[in-house]
């Protein structure tokens, strides 16, 4: 379902090609090596970030779904960053964001957001989300959202619910009339 972007992809046979061959490999050493007898130039660091990505993607994707069928008992999500790494400003505006697990702004805000995004979602049942601030919850997501690097992130592809089929089938078509 998901096109992940890989920056070897020059056109959408190569898109589609590479994306099979994502699926097909069941590590990065395969992946590379499956790559590497149809293009001659890769970035191994960008295409190790670019991979890491799309198997974090699958990762909080089937989460999302397990979790979305229990948001009756677990009616808030909140966001957890490992910040293994140094990250842009605007990422504390999210770390450890809590929002109704009903709420729009998962349907783009759910991680990873850019590559290098360690971060994942902690369900949280009613009792623990009683003593959160939700206006102050809003206002971060707010500022979040109107940061120039939430801009760039929703410009590189980013941005959206990858578990969500109808939001990836349009993502999808943007990023394939990118290309030739």
């Known amino acids: 379902m998901n096109l992940f972007r890989f920056h070897v992809a020059k056109t959408k046979e190569d898109a589609i090609l590479v994306n099979k061959m994502f699926r097909e490999s069941k590590s990065f050493s395969k992946f590379k090596t499956m790559l590497y007898q149809h293009l001659q130039v890769i970035d191994i660091d960008t295409l190790n970030k670019e991979y890491d990505y799309a198997v974090n ?10 979790s979305i069928g229990q948001n009756k ?7 957890n960053f490992i910040k293994d790494r140094e990250y842009p400003d605007e990422i504390n505006l999210l770390d450890n964001i809590v929002l109704p697990a009903t709420c729009d702004a998962w349907n783009y805000i759910l991680p990873p957001n850019f590559l290098g995004d360690t971060s994942y979602i902690t369900a949280m049942m009613d009792f623990e989300a009683k003593d959160i601030d939700h206006t102050l919850m809003n206002e971060r997501l707010q500022k979040f959202l109107l940061s120039d690097f939430w801009k760039k ?7 959206i619910n990858r578990a969500i089929e109808s939001l990836v089938l349009e993502e999808n078509e943007k990023y394939l009339q990118l290309l030739k």
């Open 57 to 66: 993607v699958c990762s909080i994707a089937s989460d999302y779904q397990r």
């Open 153 to 159: 992130c929703t410009e590189n592809g980013f941005g």
């Open 73 to 79: 008992l677990f009616p808030f999500w909140k966001i």
